[in-house]
């Protein structure tokens, strides 16, 4: 009887977990709105009606799907910003260190299951269509991961402005994003970039972001840049 019930149990999550990777991958190359639960349970190996037993309509496996990518790498975020804060005992952490804890969960924990990077280009297409829905779950899991990084990067850089800091994590989000994007064996590559050959795996990447995004986030502010420029007489 106890085999019986752990059995199904163990069937009942395979079945959940299967239409989670399904509809990720789904959601990756349609879009959630095109995406069909048939396309899904189809790619899943499910019956259309275990999307209803599991998750009870379209935008709560939505909400599955988008928690499942992003909780481990903000997690994973959070818990390294935090071991360095620690390590810098009430003092400024290191501007790269800060970074890396910003780069290295998103490069190792957005690789699928197929190794290619779904989680990537379905968060891309989430910013780039929004809906009530995803800017909502967006919210719930990024709000207090980018006041905890914003914090630690205004008290590594004082000299700059909340929003000089602010602008300069976007950029480096993007960043990340886009590499990231370019990382995935379904894009198009740019010409002369080999992504995933010629040994540029995930540390390489990591080495490579964490190092482009301190150095710009160390550039001087543009208004001390205008007015050096300016005493110079120049434009």
């Known amino acids: 009887m106890r085999d019986s019930k752990v059995g199904r149990i163990e069937k009942e999550i395979d079945t959940r977990e299967r239409l989670l990777d399904a509809a990720l991958r789904v959601f990756a190359d349609r879009g959630i709105d095109a995406a069909t639960l048939r396309e899904i349970t189809e790619a899943a190996g499910a019956n259309i009606a275990s999307v209803n037993y599991y998750f009870r309509s379209k935008d709560e496996l939505t909400r599955s799907v988008l928690e499942k990518c992003l909780k481990p790498v903000n ?5 390294a910003l935090q071991q360095r804060l620690a390590e810098s005992k009430g ?14 969960p998103m490069v190792e924990h957005s690789v699928d299951s197929r190794g290619g990077r779904a989680p990537v280009r379905l968060l891309l297409q989430v ?10 779950i967006l ?45 995935d064996p379904a894009s198009r590559h ?4 080999t992504v995933g050959h010629s040994g540029l795996d995930d540390e390489h990447v ?30």
């Open 206 to 235: 990591i080495q490579h972001l964490t190092r482009f995004i301190s150095e710009g986030f160390r550039a001087p502010a543009l208004e001390a840049c205008a007015h050096n420029g300016a005493a110079r007489g120049r434009p």
């Open 190 to 193: 740019l010409p002369g970039l």
């Open 127 to 136: 910013r780039a269509l929004p809906r009530p829905l995803t800017n909502t």
């Open 75 to 79: 997690d994973a975020r959070l818990a």
């Open 139 to 183: 919210a719930e899991q990024f709000d207090r991961i980018h006041r905890s990084f914003l914090d630690a990067f205004a008290k590594a850089l004082p000299e700059l402005s909340p929003a000089e800091i602010a602008l300069r994590y976007d950029f480096a989000r993007g960043a990340i994003m886009q590499i990231l994007g370019d990382l």
């Open 91 to 104: 003092g400024a952490a290191a501007l790269e260190d800060i970074v890396e804890a910003l780069v290295r």
